[in-house]
């Protein structure tokens, strides 16, 4: 059964900081890793998705490594403005049953103070 | 584009009572999912259907039942509210191994 972590569970930090979060799993015979954004009380918001064939996905200021072989993601966010305070989530999706099917890791709780 | 709708977004209940829970995507995806999120569980998966007409059990299942209606519509059913299923219920879309994009959340609280 595939378990996705996601450590560190809460991250406070002032702003302008350059930080990593970080998303490690189990099995990795996975067809993507996706990271997600959620704000209080809202859906999920998809930042980044990285296929299993690659290495790492940027936009903006965030980029998003992979590292299948280890079971390892790492997003980074350039530059932390308070804007960027939410619960970051990763979803890594694997074939079960013939179907592709995600787990997803219990998120960070990123506050960004000015 | 309207993307994942889910209503109700708000919905109490008394236990044993019954409801469904309506999902819609305009994206034509083959697959979608519910889920439900719970304070320090993350997100667990529920029901997911990868194409119209199949479903099949997720972590969570019991208690609920789903309906794959049409490409386009996905519902959850709770027979008889139990208050363990007090949780805020998601339901998403994707392509096959594609991005997933989900839907505002109902929350649903059982007393």
């Known amino acids: 059964k595939q378990e996705v972590t996601q450590i560190p569970a809460a991250l406070s930090v002032p702003e302008g900081e350059n930080l990593v979060l970080n998303c490690s799993f189990t099995?990795?015979?996975?067809?993507?890793l996706q990271w997600f954004r959620q704000d209080p009380g809202k859906g999920l918001t998809s930042l980044l998705l990285i296929q299993s064939s690659q290495r790492e996905q940027t936009s903006g200021r965030l980029n998003a490594s992979l590292d299948k072989s280890s079971g390892r993601s790492t997003l980074y966010i350039a530059a932390s403005q308070p804007g960027d305070s939410a619960t970051y989530l990763c979803a890594v999706t694997s074939l079960g049953g013939g179907s592709y099917i995600p787990t997803f890791g219990r998120g960070t709780s990123l506050i960004v103070h000015p | 584009n309207a993307g994942v709708t889910q209503t109700p977004k708000f919905q109490v209940l008394k236990t044993g009572q019954s409801m469904t829970l309506q999902c819609a995507q305009d994206m034509n995806h083959n697959s979608m999912y519910w889920y439900r999120q719970d304070p320090g569980m993350g997100l667990r998966l529920i029901y997911y259907s990868a194409s119209e007409g199949t479903t099949d059990k997720g972590e969570v299942p019991n208690g609920y039942n789903v309906s794959r209606l049409n490409k386009r519509e996905f519902s959850l059913r709770l027979e008889s509210a139990a208050p363990s299923q007090t949780s805020v219920y998601f339901c998403?879309?994707?392509?096959?191994?594609?991005?997933?994009?989900f839907g505002p959340g109902t929350r649903l609280l059982v007393l």
């Open positions: 099995d990795s015979a996975i067809y993507n």
């Open positions: 998403a879309s994707s392509a096959p191994a594609g991005h997933q994009y």
